[in-house]
């Protein structure tokens, strides 16, 4: 029979196996925790950066003096300018062809416009 002395070695010696694996398995938890959240910083920070970027590019475009929106004004300023002369050169023809002799209606006034602009354009 075992004695009392050896089995308690024997039960401590268990208990002290069972503390170091725990802690070997904690050490190793932490670690892969600790590496999980490295990664996770890591991929953060490039999309921080990215981020960044294009709040940088929101910013100049929606900021008056900053370059994109004044280079936007410019473009939006010729579109309109270009828009607003050829809807005065239509309403100008139209003008004119409803003062044509024999030319009346909204289909014959069109026709002449359409066919008045096309000869501008020549």
């Known amino acids: 029979m075992i004695s009392r002395t050896r ?7 268990v208990l002290i196996g069972a503390l170091v ?6 050490g190793i938890v932490t670690a892969a925790t600790v590496s999980a959240i490295r990664e996770s910083q890591l991929t953060n920070r490039k999309l921080a950066v990215d981020n960044a970027k294009v709040l940088d590019r929101i910013n100049d ?10 280079d936007g004004q410019k473009r939006s300023a010729s579109v309109i300018s ?3 002369q050829g809807a005065a050169a239509a309403a100008a023809a139209a003008a004119a062809c409803a003062d044509r002799p024999g030319i009346s ?6 026709a002449c416009v359409d066919r008045t602009l096309a000869d501008q354009r020549r």
């Open 82 to 84: 270009t828009l607003n």
């Open 105 to 110: 209606g909204y289909r014959e006034i069109k």
């Open 21 to 26: 694996v725990g802690f070997v398995v904690m």
């Open 7 to 13: 089995l308690g070695w024997a039960l401590f010696s």
């Open 61 to 70: 475009c929606t900021t008056p003096g900053r370059k994109c929106f004044d």
